[in-house]
C-alpha cells in the first residue's frame, strides 16, 4: 500500500461546478497537510498548508483535515477554466521534514 | 527577484554518461529537497538536505548523487547507475521553520537518448 493514494483522475467538470478533490493516507504520523497546484510542464504551487483537523478556507478554496480517518479533501468553489491543472496533495510527519506526495489528480474545468 | 532556478529546461543524456542537474536559490532557505515526477506517480523524494554539508536520502536515492556545499546550491548527479533516468525533475526550498511552504523550480526534463 502506497503511503498516499489519489485517484488520478482525469476529472472534468463544467465551469462553475464544486470540485472535490480527496487524498487518503496510511502513515498516522502525519501532522502536517498541503495541497499544490501543478500547471502542465510547471513546477507546483501551494495552495492551501493545514496541520490539524477540520476546515480551512481561502477564497474558492477548502481544505478539509479528518485525521481519524486519514483522508483530507480539497474543495473548489465556482471553478473556473484557469484551475485546469493537476492536484497534488502531501503531507509530512514534522514541519520541514521530508514531504511525501501523492501521485495527483489531473482537472479539467470546461467552459 | 527572490526564487529557485533550476537548469537546465531540457537536458539530453547518452546511456552510460553521468549528468548534473542545477538547482540555485536565492530565498535564504535552509532546506532543499530533489524530486523526480513520472506519469501517474505523482513526485518521489530522491534526497533532501537541512544544512550545508548534510542530506539525506528520500525514497529513490539509488543512482543518483547530491552535494551540499554551499547554501545557495544544491546539485543532483544522475549517475549511469540509475536505469530509467528520463523523468522531469524538481527542486524545492524551504526555511526550517514551523508551517512553512517548500517553492519549487521549474523543472528539469531529462531525457535518455
Known amino acids: 500500500q502506497k503511503e498516499v493514494e489519489q485517484d488520478p483522475g482525469p476529472l472534468s467538470v463544467p465551469e462553475g461546478a464544486i470540485v472535490s478533490l480527496n487524498c487518503t493516507y496510511s502513515?498516522?504520523?502525519?501532522?502536517?497537510f498541503m495541497w499544490y497546484r501543478q500547471y502542465s510542464r510547471k513546477g507546483p504551487e501551494l495552495l492551501m498548508y493545514?496541520?490539524?483537523?477540520g476546515n480551512k478556507e481561502d477564497g474558492r478554496f477548502t481544505a478539509q483535515v479528518d485525521k481519524s480517518s486519514k483522508y483530507i479533501s480539497l474543495f473548489i468553489r465556482d471553478s473556473q477554466p484557469s484551475d485546469s491543472a493537476t492536484y497534488l496533495c502531501?503531507?509530512?510527519?514534522?514541519?520541514?521534514?521530508?514531504?511525501?506526495f501523492g501521485p495527483g489528480t489531473s482537472l479539467s474545468v470546461i467552459p | 527577484d527572490g526564487g529557485i532556478t533550476q537548469s537546465p529546461k531540457y537536458l539530453f543524456r547518452k546511456e552510460g554518461q553521468n549528468v548534473t542537474l542545477s538547482c540555485e536559490q536565492n530565498?535564504?532557505?535552509?532546506?532543499m529537497y530533489w524530486y523526480r515526477q513520472d506519469p501517474g506517480q505523482g513526485l518521489r523524494l530522491i534526497y533532501y538536505?537541512?544544512?550545508?554539508?548534510?542530506?539525506q536520502k528520500g525514497d529513490i536515492a539509488e543512482g543518483y548523487s547530491v552535494s551540499r556545499e554551499k547554501k545557495e546550491s544544491f546539485p543532483l548527479t544522475v549517475t549511469s547507475a540509475q536505469k530509467n533516468p528520463t523523468a522531469f525533475y524538481l527542486c524545492?526550498?524551504?526555511?526550517?521553520?514551523?508551517?512553512?511552504?517548500?517553492?519549487f523550480g521549474q523543472g528539469t526534463r531529462l531525457t535518455v537518448v
Open positions: 493545514t496541520y490539524s483537523s
Open positions: 538536505s537541512q544544512i550545508v554539508n548534510d542530506f
Open positions: 502531501a503531507m509530512e510527519e514534522t514541519s520541514y521534514d521530508k514531504v511525501i
Open positions: 524545492a526550498s524551504r526555511k526550517t521553520e514551523l508551517n512553512t511552504e517548500a517553492f
Open positions: 530565498l535564504n532557505h535552509d532546506a
Open positions: 502513515n498516522s504520523a502525519f501532522q502536517y
